[in-house]
C-alpha cells in the first residue's frame, strides 16, 4: 500500500530583511534612541522590545498595541512602518537630545502648567511659519 503523505506545516512568517521589524530595529538607531531608551518611551519591557526585533519572532505573536506605542515614540505612522515603499521622513529639526530633554521637563511640570504648556504649543502651530514642511504625496 502506498503512504499518504502528510501535508507540510505552513511556514511561519519571520521578520527578516524585508520585514517591517527589520526596519523598525533600523528606525529605533536612526533616531539615537537605544534599545531600551525606545521601549521605555514606548511603556513596554525592553525584552519584548527585543523580542519584536529578533529575525525568527513569528509575525503573529506580535502585539499590534505595542507596535503603536513604538510608532509613537518614533513619530511615524504604522502604515509607514508596514510599507516598504513609504518613505519615513525624519524630523531632522529637533534631535534626540531635545525630545529627551522636552519629554524629562513636561513631566516635571504640575497638571495645570502642563495645560498651559499644551495650549501655548496650539496656538504656535497655527503659525505656518512655525511648522516644519512634511511631504503630502509619496515620492
Known sequence: MAEKKQAAAPKKQIA???RP????ESLIKGSGYSNSQAANLAGIPVSTL?????PETDLGTVRVSNLLALCRVLNI????LFDAEM???EDTDAPVGQRLELITL???LNTETRCELIGIMRSLTKDPN???VWPSERD
Open 16 to 18: 527578516g530583511k524585508d
Open 21 to 24: 521589524y527589520s526596519k523598525l
Open 50 to 54: 527585543t523580542t519584536i526585533i529578533r
Open 77 to 80: 505612522t504604522i502604515e509607514q
Open 87 to 89: 518613505p519615513v521622513v
Open 106 to 108: 513636561f513631566n516635571r
Open 130 to 132: 512655525r511648522l516644519m
